[in-house]
């Protein structure tokens, strides 16, 4: 009698399989018991063989959302299947609909002697599942009905008598199907790889990149707060380098993280001390990024300029760092153009790592004049990132299978040659399944670690750009935050000291154009635009009611308001509508302390009285306008001071003369009462 496995790895008769489920939810409780009696009774759940024996098990679990079935598919043991030994595929079906779905019939399809190329893999992965099947069905088993929310997980099996693999080293395609009454419903392909007796198999040197960085920040300086979250022991950058040290993997560190810690001095977080001690200690081939991870291409591709440079005085202190690599540059997914690529090619680069839908050459190391290049494979490196961000253990499955298949097609077809795989930038890893990942990877027959992607005699092709359509939206902010910068600059010469703005706005620039956004890359643009427009907003005339100017010649008080953490100087200037008031002084400087208000007072002569309105203005020493110009009414009373000066001279001689005539009355009335005596 044939087997079967439940999910624990017992072995069963396979007409009667046994199964658990859980309740999805507490509705569903009388559904999941009748499906429950059903599978314990052998109905609903009926394996059929096409290969000698078929092994499945069956457990259920709570999934969450609506849509339709989804299924995914895990070879065991990283798909690798050796002559004598079962094939093995995890299946986990979840229903995420409102309905439930009706019996499901799971079927694994296996091309079993044709080893599949990297580019046969590639489309294998990447090109819809109705656009090529495998009609050659290996395991079979058909699934109860699935209540809404509920998921089961089944594995199917084929013992080594019946595996259908044979031939020569390399990936096989595989992919499984589920159906509901006969109508497809779900689709997920995966990759074994065939291992036959006494191979000795042909080996790709894999080396991984990761990122030291802290995505989806947009202040120039990380604070105190940021580092102890980051470098505490369980964050992001303590995690990743717990993952990465020591192993093959060249780390592009961010500079902001090191130029943070220092600027903090005494006040840095202990742990972020210690990060940069654990850091230095490492043995992993290291280079320097740009400012927050900034992208190099996208200002090339936005406006022909290359990446600005960070100015912070004293920066180069600040982020000094022995790495072990020098000239070393990591592109995104940014299109990148042969302009572009010209344009890298500056003194003191070196090595390009640069993503495959750019290069039209497939050759792993390529060259751009001077420069190397490291082509990645895309495909390889989205397996390699879904595993290293899979939030479930069959997730993880899948992927390291999927990366296991591609790694042994691109050894098979040109081995020796190296293999770069770079890691997500956009969001940090779990460090468990990044290291598992890594570990797991480097373990395969076909790969070796290797600590240095490339040697001076490593074969090389010339690199051609292929034409790609870019991200317009995104081109066009970066256009929009390259212009902001540039009159930030311009603003900034109020400033005292103009770095003082400068060099924050660079550094917050860089941020903006960090290759850590991801999907939210033109919001980080645009805020960097908005914040832009509200510094150039933040000194500005305060607004006043009406002015009575009661004298000929006044001087005419303006109240200006600077939100700056700097001091800053301008000029003020009065404009009358009329003639009716003369500007003794057309511009007035003034010098506003940081976060502070100050009155600046403009001389001006009025020479008939009425209602006079003025436009009054700041600008910077070069003429240029500064902050929005307000409106003010003047009410002239031209000769009022002097008519009250008059009459408060007569009032006070009046005063003076009715005192001295009391006081002299005194006198005369004590004489004349001392003569009577």
């Known amino acids: 009698m044939s087997t079967e496995q439940d999910h624990v790895g017992r072995r069963v008769s396979a007409p009667r399989l046994r199964t658990q489920r859980r309740r999805a939810a507490p509705r569903l409780w009388l559904s999941s018991m009748l499906a429950l009696a059903a599978l314990l009774c052998g109905v609903g759940l009926t394996p059929t063989l096409s290969a000698p024996a078929v092994g499945m098990a069956l457990t259920s679990t709570t999934a969450e959302g609506e849509g339709s079935l989804q299924l995914r598919a895990a070879p065991a043991a990283t798909g690798i299947v050796r002559a004598g030994e079962p094939l093995s595929v995890r299946v986990t079906l979840t229903n995420s609909g409102l309905t439930a779905s009706g019996a499901i019939t799971v079927t694994l399809g296996v091309d079993g002697l044709n080893s599949a190329s990297p580019q046969r893999l590639t489309e294998w992965f990447t090109e819809a599942p109705e656009a090529d099947t495998l009609p050659?069905?290996?395991?079979?088993?058909?699934?109860?009905?699935?209540?809404?929310?509920?998921?089961?997980?089944?594995?199917?099996?084929?013992?080594?008598?019946?595996?259908?693999?044979?031939?020569?080293?390399?990936?096989?395609?595989?992919?499984?199907?589920?159906?509901?009454?006969?109508?497809?419903?779900?689709?997920?392909?995966?990759?074994?790889?065939?291992?036959?007796?006494?191979?000795?198999?042909?080996?790709?040197?894999?080396?991984?990149?990761?990122?030291?960085?802290?995505?989806?920040?947009?202040?120039?300086?990380?604070?105190?707060?940021?580092?102890?979250?980051?470098?505490s022991e369980v964050g992001a950058l303590t995690r990743t380098l717990d993952a990465v040290a020591g192993l093959p993997v060249v780390v592009g560190i961010d500079p902001r993280i090191i130029g943070s810690i220092r600027a903090l001095g005494g006040d840095a977080p202990p742990s972020a001390t210690l990060f940069l001690e654990r850091l230095a200690l490492i043995s992993n081939d290291t280079f320097l990024l740009p400012w927050a991870d900034a992208d190099p291409?996208?200002?090339?591709?936005?406006?022909?300029?290359?990446?600005?440079?960070?100015?912070?005085?004293?920066?180069?202190?600040?982020?000094?760092?022995?790495?072990?690599?020098?000239?070393w540059s990591w592109l995104g997914a940014t299109p990148l153009t042969a302009d572009a690529l010209a344009d890298l090619a500056a003194p003191g680069q070196d090595v390009l790592i640069i993503p495959d839908t750019s290069l039209s050459n497939s050759a792993p190391v390529q060259?751009?004049?001077?420069?190397?290049?490291?082509?990645?494979?895309?495909?390889?490196?989205?397996?390699?990132?879904?595993?290293?961000?899979?939030?479930?253990?069959?997730?993880?499955?899948?992927?390291?299978?999927?990366?296991?298949?591609?790694?042994?097609?691109?050894?098979?077809?040109?081995?020796?040659?190296?293999?770069?795989?770079?890691?997500?930038?956009?969001?940090?890893?779990?460090?468990?399944r990044l290291i598992d990942t890594i570990v797991q990877t480097i373990s395969l027959p076909w790969v070796t670690g290797s600590a240095a992607p490339i040697t001076p005699d490593t074969p090389t092709a010339e690199a051609v750009i292929l034409p790609a359509a870019g991200d317009e939206l995104r081109t066009a902010a970066v256009q929009v935050a390259l212009a902001a910068e540039s009159a930030d600059r311009?603003?900034?010469?109020?400033?005292?000291?103009?770095?003082?703005?400068?060099?924050?706005?660079?550094?917050?620039?860089?941020?903006?154009?960090?290759?850590?956004?991801?999907?939210?890359?033109?919001?980080?643009?645009?805020?960097?635009?908005?914040?832009?427009?509200?510094?150039?907003?933040?000194v500005q005339i305060v607004e006043s009611s009406d002015i009575t100017l009661l004298a000929d010649r006044a001087s005419l008080p303006i109240t200006i308001q600077n939100q700056l953490d700097v001091a800053v100087r301008v000029f003020v200037r009065v404009d009358p509508d009329t003639a009716q008031l003369q500007v003794v002084n057309g511009d007035v400087e003034t010098v506003i302390e940081p976060r502070s208000q100050t009155r600046a007072l403009v001389p001006v002569e009025s020479l008939t009285n009425g209602q006079v309105g003025i436009t009054v203005s700041l600008h910077d020493d070069q003429n240029r306008s500064v902050g929005e110009p307000t409106r003010v009414s003047l009410n002239l009373r031209a000769g009022w001071e002097t008519v009250g000066t008059i009459a408060v001279t007569a009032a006070l001689v009046l005063l003076l003369t009715w005192g001295l005539a009391r006081d002299i009355r005194k006198r005369r009335l004590r004489r004349t009462s001392e003569s009577t005596q």
């Not at 995966?190 to 990149?209: G, M």
């Not at 290359?306 to 000239?327: C, F, H, K, N, Y």
């Not at 004049?369 to 069959?394: C, F, K, M, P, T």
Request: zero cysteines.
């Open 297 to 327: 291409v996208a200002t090339l591709i936005a406006a022909n300029t290359a990446l600005p440079a960070q100015e912070v005085s004293g920066i180069a202190d600040l982020t000094s760092w022995p790495t072990t690599l020098r000239g």
């Open 136 to 231: 050659t069905v290996v395991a079979q088993a058909t699934v109860s009905a699935l209540d809404p929310g509920s998921s089961a997980v089944l594995d199917l099996i084929v013992p080594a008598e019946g595996a259908p693999l044979g031939g020569a080293f390399g990936a096989r395609l595989a992919e499984v199907n589920a159906s509901i009454d006969g109508r497809p419903v779900a689709t997920d392909r995966t990759a074994l790889v065939w291992i036959p007796d006494e191979t000795v198999t042909p080996t790709t040197a894999t080396t991984f990149v990761a990122a030291l960085t802290t995505p989806g920040e947009s202040a120039a300086f990380l604070t105190a707060d940021d580092l102890a979250r980051y470098t």
């Open 367 to 432: 060259t751009a004049g001077s420069l190397r290049v490291l082509r990645v494979d895309a495909v390889i490196a989205e397996e390699a990132q879904n595993a290293s961000l899979a939030e479930s253990q069959q997730g993880f499955d899948r992927a390291v299978a999927r990366l296991s298949g591609l790694l042994a097609a691109s050894a098979q077809s040109t081995p020796a040659t190296p293999t770069v795989i770079p890691f997500s930038r956009q969001a940090p890893a779990g460090a468990d």
């Open 490 to 538: 311009v603003f900034a010469e109020i400033a005292v000291a103009p770095s003082d703005i400068t060099d924050i706005r660079r550094l917050e620039l860089l941020a903006a154009l960090s290759l850590g956004w991801g999907e939210g890359a033109t919001d980080a643009l645009q805020s960097f635009a908005t914040a832009s427009a509200v510094l150039r907003s933040s």
